[in-house]
Nanobody, 125 residues
Framework: QVQLVESGGGLVQAGGSLRLSCSAS????????MGWFRQAPGKEREFVAS????????FYADGVKGRFAISRDNVKNAQYLQMNSLRPEDTAVYYC??????????????????WGQGTQVTVSS
């Protein structure tokens, strides 16, 4: 059984930082793209960031470029999202995703077969 488990969410003031972690088990993702998505209350799930199988290529949503950084550790079968300069509009449930269909960073949720349960990030103003 494949599991992706997020951690590191919480409550932070605007301008602060958080680091999300995603630990995978049941399957190795070293040959797959991985990504982060988020869903705010009343809104659809949206792409945040993605990273290629080797970590050599990354892709970000426009609204987080320059503030968020995605990384991965294939030895630990994990990925991370460093979030800096957080804004109230970053408040959402953040989901870890593992592809299973492509090696290359992608913003398409259809390319991700495996999803975590999500971790809440709340940014207060």
């Amino acid at each position: 059984q494949v599991q992706l488990v997020e951690s590191g969410g919480g409550l932070v003031q605007a301008g602060g930082s958080l680091r999300l972690s995603c630990s995978a088990s049941g399957r190795t993702f070293s040959s797959d793209a991985m990504g982060w998505f988020r869903q705010a209350p009343g809104k659809e799930r949206e792409f945040v960031a993605s990273i290629s199988w080797s970590g050599g290529s990354t892709f970000y949503a426009d609204g987080v470029k320059g503030r968020f950084a995605i990384s991965r550790d294939n030895v630990k079968n994990a990925q991370y999202l460093q979030m800096n300069s957080l804004r109230p509009e970053d408040t959402a449930v953040y989901y870890c995703a593992g592809s299973g269909t492509t090696r290359w960073a992608t913003s398409s949720p259809a390319q991700y077969k495996y999803w975590g349960q999500g971790t809440q990030v709340t940014v207060s103003s």
